[in-house]
């Protein structure tokens, strides 16, 4: 259930007559009142003898009294929906929950006769709207405060006692949604969403990674945004307004959005606080010399699943300092985002809009740096698009391997401190993360389970052995169906190219966040990779790569070891 609150100016007259009208699509049917503050006021809806003036007089009787001391605002409207799954109410019901509404708000306090005056109008089966003065009928204002938080809270018991679905709470810290009349503009002018979240996501994308308030603003307008800075006498930029093109009010001006509207941390102060972390060209992550053939955006991939695997282990730490790896996190997703192939895009951008709600909270970070990670999210941006095969499509799926088991961590910090919202967000993000390395990994994983099953029988074997022996499985387990040809595949490579297999089999493993993995193969296959500098997409068996050094067994450790400004390669550079 859902209670959305408004303010207004002037009498309630015209709001009344919404509530009594057709609606903007012919969508409001038997329009009547449920409840009211006196239960005796005029329904124009059921009595053909009443009318909407009638009823609009009698709420503003109380403003029109006090004259010049009535407030600038003076109406109260709340509309109250159920969820399209919930169970029918009745008006009974929903007399009730208008009562119970106005009550927690302190609209109208229950047994209080000289509150404010107020009226519940159903014109739906889903959902009702209260609407009220805000001055008593005793002449005094009316008392709200935090009434937006109170009607919420409310609405989550009104749930619980009427067994309806249950909303997780929220926090405030949510961005603002659009409104029924912008929805209705969007689907009038054909288009897909209404133009404040297409503006959030493009504003998102806009400053992850970005180096510079310049560069910020430039990759605005590159995106094809109207852009309008507000300055102050002295010639400083104070804030930023921006607008999508085409989208114009009835006066033929561009519809502005300030970036404060759009999301709380997309006003230019917050922006600025996240530029102070520049990821400027010395701060770049510091990377392996690039194999042959290997593409920028491929290894800009490869860097960022070392830079997100710390990151995951630093959640998991639980400390309040950890919030500030969710905002780079948050970036990294929109990077990938905006440059990814199209067979993917649809999942990534909406697993990096869900998280987008994880990335806010009350927790404040004062000390953390998260330059790596903008770092990270700004090689990915200046890299390009990945093709999406090859030694791109196995770096893209490295690093999505890694980002379902950031956002599980993320999940879990955020159930420790009950954001129960930015939780479920953290866990939508991880679901469409895992769409999108399904269909990203599916052409590197099945050359290397080919690759496997190409071994040598006693060189596969050798293998399995080492793989059941660091999974603490019987060694002559057999007849179980399981089968670790990518794994196998992979430890074999590693063990060409100079590494011991069994320590980088028992390093992986160690790493945090692999018991929430669904497929624990998969991410050790793209550790072990990772690790070795091993290609993300094998070569075939008839071109086989053959070491040039050999490195030292790699120690084991609990998580990834990272440098200040990148996460260590073991093994040896080629």
Same mark, same amino acid.
């Not at 469409?432 to 990994?441: F, G």
């Given at each position: ?41 005029? !329904? ?103 009434? =937006? ?11 619980? +006692?009427? &067994? ?6 929220? +926090? ?51 995106? &094809? ?34 970036? #404060? ?5 997309? #006003? ?65 997703? !929109? ?90 967000? #953290?866990?939508?993000?991880? !679901? ?73 089999? +028992? ?19 793209? =550790?072990?990779?990772?690790?070795? !500098? ?41």
């Amino acid at each position: 259930m859902i209670p959305k609150i408004r303010t207004g100016t002037g009498g309630t007259y015209g709001l009344i007559r919404y509530l009594y009208g057709p609606g903007q699509r012919d969508e409001h049917t038997d329009q009547h009142l449920v409840a009211s503050w006196n239960d005796f006021a005029p !329904d124009p809806g059921r009595n053909p003898h009443h009318t909407i003036a009638q009823l609009a007089a009698q709420l503003d009787q109380p403003v029109k009294a006090i004259g010049d001391r009535a407030p600038d605002s003076t109406i109260w409207h709340c509309s109250v929906r159920a969820d399209p799954g919930d169970r029918h109410l009745d008006d009974n019901d929903w007399a009730t929950i208008a009562r119970r509404i106005v009550h927690a708000t302190g609209i109208a306090p229950n047994g209080d006769t000289t509150a404010c005056r107020w009226v519940a109008v159903r014109h739906a089966e889903d959902h009702i709207h209260i609407a009220a003065t805000l001055v008593r009928q005793d002449g005094r204002l009316a008392g709200l405060s935090f009434d =937006r938080r109170k009607a919420q809270a409310e609405a989550r018991l009104i749930e619980k +006692d009427y &067994g309806l679905r249950q909303l997780n709470p929220g +926090d405030g810290t949510a961005a603002k949604t659009p409104t029924s009349q912008e929805r209705f503009k969007a689907e009038r002018t054909g288009r897909t969403e209404p133009p404040r979240e297409t503006l959030r996501e493009a504003v998102r994308q806009a400053v992850a990674g970005a180096a510079t308030e310049d560069e910020f603003f430039t990759r605005l307008r590159e995106a &094809g945004l109207r852009l309008k800075l507000r300055h102050a006498p002295s010639g400083d930029v104070l804030g930023y307004n921006v607008a999508l093109p085409g989208d114009r009010n009835r006066a033929s001006e561009p519809v502005w959005f300030a970036g #404060s509207t759009l999301a709380p941390d997309l #006003s230019l102060p917050r922006i600025r606080r996240r530029l102070t972390d520049s990821p400027a060209a010395t701060a770049q992550p510091r990377t392996a010399t690039p194999r042959t053939g290997r593409s920028a955006p491929a290894r800009q991939r490869r860097d960022a699943a070392g830079i997100a695997e710390h990151a995951t282990a630093l959640l998991d730490n639980r400390d309040d300092e950890a919030a500030a790896q969710l905002v780079g996190a948050g970036e990294l997703l !929109d990077a990938l985002a905006q440059t990814s192939p199209a067979a993917t895009r649809a999942e990534l951008r909406d697993a990096a809009r869900a998280f987008e709600r994880a990335t806010r909270s009350h927790v404040r970070a004062e000390n953390a740096d998260i330059r790596v990670l903008r770092s990270a999210a700004r090689g990915i941006v200046h890299a390009g698009g990945a093709l999406g095969r090859g030694e791109d499509g196995g770096a893209t799926a490295m690093v999505l391997s890694t980002l379902v088991l950031l956002t599980l961590a993320a999940a879990r910090w955020h159930s420790a401190r009950g954001h129960a919202q930015q939780a479920a967000a #953290s866990r939508q993000a991880a !679901d469409h993360l895992r769409a999108a390395y399904q269909q990203t990994a599916a052409t590197p994983m099945r050359a290397m389970r080919e690759r496997g099953q190409a071994l040598p029988e006693p060189e596969r074997r050798r293998h399995e052995a080492t793989i059941r022996a660091a999974r603490g499985e019987p060694e002559n387990r057999t007849g179980t169906g399981r089968s670790y040809d990518a794994l196998a595949a992979t430890l074999a490579e590693a063990e060409k190219a100079g590494h011991d297999p069994k320590a980088l089999l +028992d390093e992986a493993a160690s790493w945090r966040e692999l018991g929430t993995a669904r497929n624990t193969d998969d991410v050790l296959v793209w =550790r072990i990779r990772r690790i070795a !500098d091993l290609p993300s997409t094998p070569s075939r068996p008839d071109r086989p790569k053959t070491a040039t050094t050999r490195a030292k067994p790699v120690p084991s450790r609990t998580s990834p070891r990272v440098e200040p400004l990148a996460p260590a390669r073991p093994g040896p550079r080629r």
